[in-house]
């Protein structure tokens, strides 16, 4: 049974930083594709970055290039999402992903198979 979780999410001030965790089980983690993306209110959910976990390769959504990383732990079958210089506009939820056979060309929701529940992100002013 595949199972995402995420955690680190909470509220910081705008320039703050947070790291998200997502830990993978169930699968096969190595032969993956993680990713991230987040969704603000009456907003449609958007990709933030992946990473292929059998070499490290990532992707970024050019407006998440600069600020954010994505990282793992293979050992611990973990993925990260380091976050600097946080803005308002950061503020949604985020949600992990995983594809079990590698990563998609693109950054797109619909190219996911399994999904956390979410961790929430908000930054004030």
């Known amino acids: 049974q595949v199972q995402l979780v995420e955690s680190g999410g909470g509220s910081v001030q705008a320039g703050g930083s947070l790291r998200l965790s997502c830990a993978a089980s169930?699968?096969?983690?190595?032969?993956?594709?993680m990713a991230w993306f987040r969704q603000a209110p009456g907003k449609e959910r958007e990709g933030v970055a992946k990473i292929l976990t059998h070499n490290g390769n990532t992707y970024y959504a050019d407006s998440m290039k600069g600020r954010f990383t994505i990282y793992q732990d293979k050992a611990k079958n973990t993925v990260y999402l380091q976050m600097n210089g946080l803005k308002p506009e950061d503020s949604a939820m985020y949600y992990c992903?995983?594809?079990?056979?590698?990563?998609?060309?693109?950054?797109?929701?619909?190219?996911?198979?399994?999904w956390g529940r979410g961790t929430q992100v908000t930054v004030s002013s």
């Open positions: 992903a995983a594809r079990l056979d590698g990563c998609a060309p693109l950054l797109r929701r619909s190219d996911y198979n399994y």
């Open positions: 169930g699968y096969t983690y190595s032969s993956s594709c």
